[in-house]
């Protein structure tokens, strides 16, 4: 059986480490066998990206599947891929774009596995014409606390797989998934910049355009005020076609050249991360802008900060903590604009936030999707970060909305349960898959998921 080893982990914002004992097994046989070693709770973690403390199991066991990596089979007629769990979005693409595949949805970045877009039930600049991950999962096999493997799927343990999709690794350690990749013709994409100078033509531009893109995503500047409240630059595009390349981009159609890498090499003091300094950045990024059609390979599209390693150390060793919130349609404006004036006159120094247009639920009992739109935006930790964020999730439940699992860091216990209406049928599923709640996180324990009191 693998060692462990005592380390301190925390989500992508840095914002709760805490120690817990490590595992990185190697083979699918060795997961049973660290379950059935320990006695407190143990949690499946992928390669650290959801930002919060939901891969956080404060005193506990955290079994690291990055080792659990291997591909199974691939049929190229209907694009299913066989993989491990520990499988990463980066190898996916890198093997086979090259075939003519890329993912069918995709998170901001390629640095996560399969098993942790299925447990946070992953969406992307394409929800509102393609859905989330769900839509392109056909099976999992799960290892329950009771040591046995079950097959997950729409027809067989039903209950099962919609408990875990989105479920946040509560029901069970995913080993093994199908998942269905997209067939592309290049590794590019043509992609529309449409600038707009407030809120209202932001909002007018997502409902007016956005059926005609598969990828959709407007950078919105939260610290602009006044008229310029809510100004943006809507990027949206579409995977590019063999005869809308460029000659250049032709000649490595499938195989771009990567970008350079950048790093920041250690946090930065608290005094580079100011509302002047950030709204000097927005402003620039603004102006920089010009509308247009133009070609972009596909990692400066879906990953940019991909690019810079390391990246989160921007904000210092404090950390941060990136927030991002759901609502309904119906007065979906009206929320939006609260949100964007409490922000805005908090004068929290948020780059650049992220606002998409998102379409149906998957079925996933804790996933994040609903119809309607989604703001995402990271802010400093700083002492009056959580009551800035606890106001946010007021006008959020307000609307109907939701924040999501995989961003959240200090979301409220009664906040979750009013948003999530379908926790007592997942918590009812857990039971059975899990009456002992051997599966666990510092996450589950603060709000309350799974029965935790």
Same mark, same amino acid.
């Given at each position: 059986?693998?060692?462990?080893?005592?380390?301190?982990? /925390?989500?992508?914002?840095?914002?709760?480490? =805490?120690?817990?004992?490590?595992? =990185?097994?190697?083979? *699918?046989?060795?997961?049973?066998?660290?379950l059935s070693s320990e006695s407190g709770s143990v949690l499946a973690r992928g390669l650290g990206r959801s930002y919060g403390d939901s891969a956080v199991n404060d005193g506990n066991a955290v079994i690291m599947d990055e080792r659990l990596d291997r591909f199974r089979a691939f049929d190229p007629a209907t694009g299913t891929l066989d993989c491990e769990a520990g499988a990463s979005l980066r190898d996916i693409i890198d093997i086979f774009l090259p075939q003519g595949f890329f993912p069918a949805v995709t998170p901001g970045t390629k640095y996560v596995t399969v098993g942790g877009m299925i447990a946070a039930d992953v969406h992307g600049k394409n929800h509102h014409v393609d859905g989330s991950i769900a839509n392109f999962v056909d099976r999992f096999d799960l290892l329950t606390?009771?040591?046995?493997?079950? =097959?997950?799927?729409?027809?067989?343990? +039903?209950?099962?797989?919609?408990?875990?999709?989105?479920?946040?690794?509560?029901?069970?350690?995913?080993?093994? +998934?199908?998942?269905?990749?997209?067939?592309?013709?290049?590794?590019?994409?043509?992609?529309?910049?449409?600038?707009t100078v407030n809120l209202d033509q932001t909002i007018e531009a997502f409902a007016e355009g956005d059926s005609a893109y598969q990828y959709s995503v407007a950078w919105i500047d939260c610290l602009a005020t006044k008229q310029s409240l809510g100004r943006s630059v809507l990027l949206r595009g579409n995977h590019a076609k063999t005869s809308e390349l460029t000659p250049g981009a032709a000649s490595n159609r499938l195989t771009p050249v990567p970008p350079a890498k950048r790093n920041v090499p250690f946090n930065l003091p608290s005094f580079a991360l100011t509302s002047t300094t950030v709204g000097i950045f927005n402003s620039r990024y603004y102006g920089g802008q010009e509308d247009g059609r133009k070609l972009i390979e596909y990692d400066e599209f879906f990953y940019p900060l991909d690019a810079v390693e390391n990246w989160s150390r921007i904000y210092g060793r404090h950390g941060f903590f990136q927030y991002q919130a759901v609502f309904p349609k119906e007065g979906g404006d009206k929320c939006l604009r609260e949100l964007m004036e409490k922000i805005s006159a908090s004068g929290s120094a948020s780059f650049l936030a992220v606002?998409? /247009?998102?379409?149906?639920?998957?079925?996933? *009992?804790?996933?994040?999707?609903?119809?309607?739109?989604?703001?995402? *935006?990271?802010?400093?930790?700083?002492?009056?970060t959580p009551n800035l964020l606890w106001e946010l999730d007021d006008i959020v439940l307000r609307y109907g909305g939701r924040v999501y699992l995989a961003k959240d860091a200090?979301?409220? =216990?009664?906040?979750?349960?009013?948003?999530?209406?379908? *926790?007592?049928?997942?918590?009812?599923?857990? +039971?059975?898959?899990?009456?002992?709640?051997r599966f666990n996180s510092s996450q589950a324990r603060r709000?309350?998921?799974?029965?935790?009191?």
């Open positions: 059986m693998p060692n462990s080893r005592v380390m301190e982990l /925390s989500g992508w914002g840095k914002t709760s480490p =805490r120690q817990s004992r490590v595992y =990185r097994p190697e083979k *699918l046989h060795e997961v049973a066998q660290i606390a009771s040591g046995q493997v079950i =097959r997950c799927s729409r027809e067989e343990n +039903a209950d099962a797989f919609w408990a875990t999709i989105g479920g946040m690794g509560l029901t069970g350690i995913i080993l093994e +998934a199908r998942i269905r990749l997209r067939p592309v013709e290049s590794a590019w994409v043509v992609v529309d910049t449409h600038k606002l998409k /247009s998102m379409g149906p639920a998957s079925g996933g *009992l804790l996933s994040f999707p609903i119809p309607g739109l989604t703001l995402a *935006l990271d802010v400093k930790n700083a002492a009056y200090c979301m409220k =216990r009664e906040t979750f349960q009013a948003m999530y209406p379908n *926790l007592k049928r997942f918590n009812e599923i857990k +039971a059975k898959l899990d009456p002992a709640n709000l309350g998921i799974g029965g935790v009191a």
